[in-house]
């Protein structure tokens, strides 16, 4: 595929057909667990995965930080013509990935527990949770490396082997959650252990393409290393930024709807952040489909193809959202019963709350593509700012405000608020800085 020549109509479809497929099966990762583990544990089950959700969100946050950070500053490079400085740019990410996935792991392994207590996890809770947070400790490794290498293939011009990847992996998990669950009687743990692997198996298959006819991207000599490291990191901090957000956002949630509601209101959101995970999956998707022609053709100063890929992700983040609304909306107790054993209980109180957070599905995979545009045209401080105030500073304070002012139910009406909020925001910069993204690439490459 040539990204400065080839009709965007042919190339974005295939991006995108390719960014989806990876984005549905990384979700499963999460959604089979959830399944399978609700329907062997109950409620309680649910209610332990909500409390692990957000290891997956920092740890993948970290590996996109340097992966999405090294793919865009190589794309933008490529644009210009310039292979070595992009060659130099991946050589810095996967050192700063590789030291920063150490540290990670050793953190994991020692300070699982107290984590976990810090994401809301109590008595039995607590207990389920620490089974299958063992098991996703032991792969940090396999999800940091892996998230990081996943944008660096797909940007190589390799995105079908990165779908590849996740699909040999999310159908070990699929059939791995039914065997060490169900069929060894492993209950939570063992779809701690099928994650695990499955991730492991995406990570072997993505190092396999540096071995491919097909690969571009070489190992060069990482001079200016820090200078690099810290313009590798400002470009990928959006993505980190985005996820990192949701980490810390469901710990906040966690942490109130037990101390609102108790454990059935948890298992109900355990559900719903599951159900978010997909929909914000697919808007990555979207985003990091776009993402290698924007950079590309943003380095190449070719505005006319930076303003047509804008259009077309737009038009798919827009259907995205109505989709994923409608079908929330009405469905709210059956979406229920598929993820766990439901009680009297959590059938009564599913469908307020699933009705009124999933409001938040219309406008999140328009606001989660916005963060990539920004970023791929190097308007990285912008749009990791927007990542931070829609994702921490303004969810939190309304997760908090709502409750005070107008009574405990409010607090469902947060992250719909934040959205609402933050879809005016990036509407109004998009109008404003589009029209020159195309043409204003003066930004420097180090040397």
């Not at 200016?224 to 906040?252: H, K, N, P, W, Y």
Request: with cysteine.
């Amino acid at each position: 595929m040539d990204l400065l020549n080839d009709r965007i109509r042919k190339i974005f479809p295939r991006y995108l057909f390719a960014c989806f497929g990876s984005a549905l099966i990384i979700s499963v990762y999460s959604l089979v667990d959830m399944i399978m583990v609700g329907q062997y544990e109950g409620p309680l089950g649910s209610s332990a995965l909500a409390v692990v959700m957000p290891i997956f969100n920092i740890v993948n946050s970290l590996g996109l930080l340097f992966g999405i950070g090294g793919a865009v500053l190589m794309s933008v490079a490529r644009g210009k013509g310039e292979e070595k400085q992009g060659n130099a740019c991946f050589t810095v990410a996967l050192i700063g990935c590789a030291v920063l996935t150490a540290v990670i792991w050793i953190l994991m392994l020692t300070l699982t527990e107290p984590l976990l207590r810090l994401f809301g996890g109590r008595g039995e809770t607590l207990e389920l949770a620490k089974k299958y947070a063992f098991f996703i400790a032991l792969a940090v490794p396999s999800f940091m490396m892996g998230q990081f290498l996943s944008a660096v293939v797909r940007n190589d011009d390799n995105p079908t082997l990165a779908t590849a990847a996740v699909l040999a992996g999310g159908a070990f998990n699929v059939f791995g959650d039914w065997f060490f669950v169900f069929f060894c009687d492993m209950g939570i743990a063992g779809a701690g252990m099928s994650t695990a692997i499955g991730q492991t198996i995406a990570l072997l298959i993505l190092i396999a393409h540096f071995f491919t006819a097909r690969r571009k991207v070489a190992f060069a000599r990482p001079a200016r290393f820090f200078r690099r490291t810290g313009e590798i990191v400002s470009a990928g901090l959006a993505s980190f930024a985005t996820d990192f957000s949701v980490g810390v956002l469901c710990m906040l949630f966690n942490n109130r709807v037990m101390q609102l509601f108790g454990e059935d209101a948890l298992a109900v959101y355990g559900v719903l952040i599951n159900v978010a995970f997909l929909v914000q999956a697919l808007a990555y998707g979207v985003g990091q489909a776009a993402q290698p022609i924007l950079s590309v053709n943003y380095g190449a100063g070719n505005a006319q193809r930076v303003q047509n890929t804008l259009l077309a992700g737009v038009s798919v983040a827009a259907a995205l959202g109505a989709v994923s609304l409608l079908v929330t909306e009405l469905a709210p107790v059956p979406i229920v019963r598929l993820f766990m054993t439901t009680t009297p209980e959590v059938e009564a109180i599913a469908p307020e709350i699933v009705r009124l957070y999933s409001i938040a599905f219309l406008f999140l995979p328009y606001n989660i593509f916005s963060l990539y545009y920004f970023q791929s045209v190097m308007r990285s401080t912008l749009s990791w700012i927007l990542s931070f105030v829609r994702g921490i500073a303004l969810s939190a304070l309304l997760l908090f405000l709502l409750p005070a002012v107008a009574g405990a139910d409010a607090l469902w009406l947060a992250m719909p608020l934040t959205e609402i909020l933050i879809f005016g925001a990036v509407t109004v910069l998009i109008m404003r800085f589009s029209r020159g993204a195309g043409k204003t690439v003066k930004a420097e490459m180090p040397n």
